[in-house]
């Protein structure tokens, strides 16, 4: 199976190299008996830098939704 294990924002570029932030991240949290691989995406705390066009575009997404739980 696959898993998306980070959600990261670009956040610029210095000199040549790309820098990013992550918003998620999959934290692992075992296997069940099948040999499946359990976990949950969790908040890293950092808002990304785009929620105020996420907002201008009608999106209200609530601002815990990036607060680690």
Known sequence: SRRMTYLAEVTGMEGEVVTMQDIFRYERKGVDADGAVKGKHVATGVQPRFMDR???????LPPDIFMPS
């Open 54 to 60: 996420v907002r201008a575009s009608g999106i209200n």
